[in-house]
Antibody
């Protein structure tokens, strides 16, 4: 069974940092494209970042230069390092598998507030 | 950036009725258009990929159609569990991958 489990969220002050993790199981993680998607409270879905099985990485303009996606194909983990956090980064963050976003984690809440 | 505009914003129907949800792209997305369902407190779920292909386990009452810039998600006969928010998404012209703003399907 495919499972994606996010962790690492919480409350952080503006300007602070957090690192989210997404633990994958039930599939050959190393060969799959992975994404981060977020959803601000009461709002729609926003794609954040993409990483394929190699070195191709993309970011939304809203996080470029502040967020870094990475992966550990030995530990089957996807990461999102979030620096210089802003109030508008407050959201539930989901990891999602493959080009179709065919599997999603349950999401992890990130709150940026003073 | 390709903007996806969904209509209507809210659709009020009853169980057993037919639902038609629209998604219009600001430019050709080359049929890389997917649909997702999200229920309160849950992660989104893939329903339809590449315009018209049902994802694994998705009932046949869900269907997708369209091409180029105009796409439709149809639910042939609404079940109580279908009342949710539906999003379209494109990766025909990316990055960025973009989502529509969602259509709320309510009773």
């Amino acid at each position: 069974e495919v499972q994606l489990v996010e962790s690492g969220g919480g409350l952080v002050q503006p300007g602070g940092s957090l690192r989210l993790s997404c633990a994958a199981s039930g599939f050959a993680f190393s060969i799959y494209e992975m994404n981060w998607v977020r959803q601000a409270p009461g709002k729609g879905l926003e794609w954040v970042s993409y990483m394929n099985s190699g070195d191709t990485i993309y970011y939304a303009d809203s996080v470029k230069g502040r967020f870094t996606i990475s992966r550990d194909n030995v530990k089957d983990l996807l990461y999102l390092q979030m620096n210089s956090l802003r109030v508008e980064d407050t959201a539930i963050y989901y990891c999602a598998r493959d080009q179709y976003f065919g599997y999603w984690g349950q999401g992890i809440r990130v709150t940026v507030s003073a | 950036e390709t903007v996806l505009t969904q209509s209507p914003a809210t659709l009020s129907l009853s169980p057993g009725e037919r639902a038609t949800l629209s998604c219009r792209a600001s430019q050709n997305v080359n049929n890389y258009l997917n649909w997702y369902q999200q229920k309160p407190g849950q992660a989104p779920r893939l329903l339809i990929y590449d315009v018209s292909n049902r994802a694994t386990g998705i009932p046949a009452r869900f269907s997708g159609s369209g091409s180029g810039t105009d796409f439709t998600l149809t639910i042939s006969s609404l079940e109580p569990e279908d009342f949710a928010v539906y999003y379209c998404q494109q990766r025909g012209d990316w990055p960025p991958i973009t989502f529509g703003q969602g259509t709320r399907l309510e009773i």
